[in-house]
T-cell receptor, first 113, second 116 residues
Framework: AQSVTQLDSQVPVFEEAPVELRCNYS??????LFWYVQYPNQGLQLLLK??????LVKGINGFEAEFNKSQTSFHLRKPSVHISDTAEYFC???????????FGGGTRVLVKP | NAGVTQTPKFRVLKTGQSMTLLCAQD?????MYWYRQDPGMGLRLIHY???????AKGEVPDGYNVSRLKKQNFLLGLESAAPSQTSVYFC???????????????FGPGTRLTVL
């Protein structure tokens, strides 16, 4: 079985400042890694995913994440946030050949002007 | 192309009442999922389906039943609602690729259920 830990439940950040959201996972088998975003009162949508290859993955809206196998981490970053980035962000894993995502508890980002 | 839609958007039930949540997708996806979202716990999988006529239990299946009679629809039923089932319910679907595990899931807007 796999598990996902998002170390910060809330991250306040000022507009145009950088932000990093931390995600650590545990699994006994190879996994694929995902970041989803949930804007207020909406469903989740995919930001980016790591399947293989380069450990630095670029996603939508200027976000990127880095896969670190030795540290079992998949941290999400954005160099300069906007008010519109206020949302909840979820890290998730799926084992290779699996069909079920395991989600972390979520990190709520509040961007302040 | 509506994507994934959920009906209803909001519902209030009394303890012991029953209801069915409907999920529909128009992307011809094989896989469909029902999750519940509770504060600080992320999304937890209730049941899922890998094709028409098939269903399987997820992480938190107790108190729920599902059916997938048509490929595009996935129904979630609560036979006797309890206050512990107060939550936001999300449906998702995905196109299953042969390289399993890589699928992107597409989510509906959610149903907010309150059980009194």
């Amino acid at each position: 079985a796999q598990s996902v830990t998002q170390l910060d439940s809330q991250v306040p950040v000022f507009e145009e400042a950088p932000v990093e959201l931390r995600c650590n996972y545990s699994s006994s088998v190879s996994v694929y890694l995902f970041w989803y975003v949930q804007y207020p009162n909406q469903g989740l949508q995919l930001l980016l995913k790591y399947l293989s290859g380069s450990t630095l993955v670029k996603g939508i809206n200027g976000f990127e994440a880095e896969f670190n196998k030795s540290q079992t981490s998949f941290h999400l970053r954005k160099p300069s946030v906007h008010i519109s980035d206020t949302a909840e962000y979820f890290c998730a894993v799926n084992r290779a050949a699996g069909n079920k995502l395991t989600f972390g508890g979520g990190t709520r980002v509040l961007v302040k002007p | 192309n509506a994507g994934v839609t959920q009906t209803p958007k909001f519902r209030v039930l009394k303890t012991g009442q029953s209801m069915t949540l409907l999920c529909a997708q128009d992307m011809n996806h094989e896989y469909m999922y029902w999750y519940r979202q509770d504060p600080g716990m992320g999304l937890r999988l209730i049941h899922y389906s890998v094709g028409e006529g098939t269903t399987a239990k997820g992480e938190v299946p107790d108190g729920y039943n599902v059916s997938r009679l048509k490929k595009q629809n996935f129904l979630l039923g609560l036979e006797s609602a309890a206050p512990s089932q107060t939550s936001v319910y999300f449906c998702a679907s995905s196109y299953h690729q042969t390289s399993g595990g890589t699928d992107t899931q597409y989510f509906g807007p959610g149903t907010r259920l309150t059980v009194l």
